[in-house]
């Protein structure tokens, strides 16, 4: 499934700013997340439900420090988790488009679409295919954009070297980005700067995926992140006809 969500903060409710660049953050014009997966799974503890997502994901920021200047920055995720809380207030809030089905979210706080399109009637789709362009490919077509051009790239989303990177809403990590230890090996040292929007970034990955999730099920996990990072490099996107995201990547799970 495609998963965008407008603004991040606005989600978790907070109004939370943030530094960039040892500055102070004025103003965000952007906080969006977006997340193309083919595993999610909920894991049930003492505090309540947890909501993970996995495949390839970006958190794009667009915003000002108190120069007034426009900075755009971007995280690469492969992991998204969200507490009940988090996800219940997503999936209740104010429809922007009448639309009965489970599968699908369409509203204020998200749109969720399912990857895979072929049980839903003509109708269904054409419905579909308009909410998507008019609400999420036309308003944030440049986040859609950096994240098929950043997961094309050579080295990015490598579950192998860098490991996990989950943008969480869990009440213990909440709006933080957690990394695995992998990533202290490798040279990216840009990316654990604070940036617009996220509390603070913390080397927690590998604890929480370990508590969390057996053995068998990391492999699992991991191949679905592989797989779809394979997809990004081997098929090409139609980027004037961006529902062809959907139509590229299901075709890809499919063989």
């Known amino acids: 499934m495609i998963l965008i969500i407008p603004h991040w903060n606005e989600l978790l409710g907070t109004v939370f700013k943030g530094f960039y660049a040892k500055r102070i953050v004025s103003k965000i014009h952007l906080d969006t997340v977006i997340m193309i997966s083919s595993l999610e799974c909920t894991v049930t503890e003492k505090t309540g439900t947890s909501y993970f997502l996995f495949g390839i994901g970006l958190y794009f920021s667009k915003f000002e420090l108190d120069s007034g200047r426009y900075i755009l920055d971007q995280r ?22 009448l639309y009965n089905d489970d599968d699908v979210i369409i509203n204020e706080l998200a749109i969720k679409i399912p990857l895979d399109l072929s049980k839903k009637t003509g109708t269904q789709k054409a419905f579909i295919k308009g909410v998507l362009t008019r609400n999420v490919f036309i308003p944030y077509k440049e986040v859609i954009l950096r994240m098929l051009e950043h997961g094309q790239k050579t080295g990015t989303y490598s579950i192998n070297q860098t490991g996990y990177k989950i943008l969480s809403s869990h009440p213990n990590n909440f ?48 191949h679905s992140i592989k797989f779809l990072k394979y997809i990004f490099t081997k098929v090409e996107f139609d980027t004037s006809y961006l529902f062809s995201i959907l139509e590229t990547i299901k075709k890809g799970l499919l063989r």
């Open 175 to 222: 709006n933080r980005i957690l990394l695995s230890d992998a990533f202290k090996k490798a040279k990216h040292s840009d990316y654990v700067q604070p940036t617009a929007g996220v509390s603070n970034i913390q080397f927690l990955a590998d604890k929480i995926m370990n508590e969390f999730f057996n053995p068998q099920e990391l492999s699992r996990i991991n």
């Open 76 to 97: 690469e995720i492969n992991t998204l988790l969200l507490s009940d809380f988090v996800y219940d207030y997503m999936a209740t809030a104010k429809q922007i488009a």
